[in-house]
C-alpha cells in the first residue's frame, strides 16, 4: 500500500511538472513567412450558382459579375500580396429555397477565414494553427443580420411578426455604407462587438419607420403569443397536480410525514398558480382588444405616422404601449423596418442589391481597448480599408 501511494505521489508530481511546463510554452508567431491563398477560383463558385434550379437565368450572369469583382477587389488589398504571417481560405456559399418558384436576389457569402503561421522554435519549421481570425461579404443576406440582431428580432420572430423592425444603431457611415454598431446595444448575431457595414446599390432608403399602427400590430401579435404560451402552459400544471395527488393517495413505503405535508402544499400551490395564470390571460386578452380598439380609432394621419419610443419611460414589468411617443414628438428612439420597396425589380437591375461586410475575432478580448495581436490587427485593417466604393460599383 505504501508503495501504491508513493506510486501515485509521484505520478501526481510528473502531472503537476508537465502541466506547469505546458502552461509556459509560448506559441510563437511566424509573422514574415508567406502564406497561402485558398479556394479563390471562380469556375466552382459559377457552377454552384448555376445549380440553383430555379434561380432567374438572365440574373445569374449579373450575379456571376458581381461576385467575380468582389473577389478581385477583396484580394486587392496590399496585405494579400503576398499574405504574411497567415493562409487565407475562401468558402463560397448560396442559399437554394426549394419553394421558391424563381429566385431573383440570391442570398450569396463569402467566408474569408484567417490562419495563424507558427513556427517551431527549435526546428524554424512552420505550421498552421487550427484558429485564427475571419471576415465576410454577404449578398442579399438581409435575413442573416435583421432576423437575428437587436432588441427586437427575437419578440418579432417568437410572435411571428412579419414586419422585423429595429432601432437601427448608425455609427461611421460614409456615401458608400451605412455601418451598425451593437457594441452597446442589444445582442448581435454575427459579432456582438464589433460593427458590420451595408453597401447599398439602390439609392432607395434600405430603411423606413415602422408606423404606429404597425407598432399596434406587434404589440397585439406579442400578447396573441403570450396567451398561447400561457395556455399551453395550464396542461402541465394540471398533470403536475394529478401525479401529485397520485403519489399522495399511493406513498412509496421510504416517504416520510413531513414530505407528505410539503407535497400537499405544492397542490396548492400549484393550482394557485393555475389560477394566476388564467388571470393573466383575461389581463392579456382585455390588452389585445385595447390595442385593437386604438388601432380602429385611429385616425389616417396617426396611423401612418413614425413610431417612436421613449426609453426613459421603460420599468421593470413595462407595457411596451408606455413608451410610444405621443404624435408629432421628436423624442426618443425611431424605429424602422427595411424597406419592402428596396429591391429593385426591373429587367435590367443586378440580382446583387447589397452588400454586407463583418469581421470576426474569436480570440480577441471583448472589451474596449483590447490588445489584439497581429493578425486580429489585419483583419480589422482589412475591414476598414477595403474599396467600398468598388464594392458599391460592383453591383451596378
Known sequence: MKFYFKEIIIITIFITAAIAAGAQTKIVYAEDAVGKITGNETAGIFKRIDAVQNIDKAKASSLKNCLASQLKIFLSDPLFNPPKGFNTRISFGISKDPFAKTILFPSCSYTFNFYYLTKDDKTGATKVSMDGTLMGIETNAEDHFFRQIGNFWEDCSRAKFPLFFEQPPVSDSTADYIELNFKNYGYAAIAPTKPFRIIRRNDKPLFVPLTRKEFLQFLIAEKKYQVREDEKSIPNLQKNIRETQE?????????????????????????????????????????????????????????????????????????????????????????YKINPNYYDHSASASAAQLIFVYYDLPNAIAIENASFNYLQKKTIDIFNQINYHQLKESMK
Open 247 to 335: 403519489t399522495l393517495k399511493n406513498p412509496p413505503s421510504y416517504m416520510t410525514g413531513e414530505f407528505k405535508k410539503a407535497l400537499a402544499e405544492s397542490v396548492s400551490k400549484i393550482q394557485k398558480a393555475i389560477g394566476d395564470t388564467k388571470l393573466t390571460i383575461i389581463n392579456e386578452q382585455e390588452k389585445i382588444k385595447e390595442y385593437q380598439s386604438m388601432i380602429d380609432l385611429m385616425k389616417a394621419e396617426e396611423a401612418a405616422s413614425p413610431a417612436r419610443l421613449d426609453e426613459g419611460k421603460k420599468t421593470l414589468g413595462f407595457e411596451r404601449l408606455n413608451e410610444l411617443v405621443p404624435i408629432g414628438r421628436m423624442e426618443g428612439v425611431g424605429l
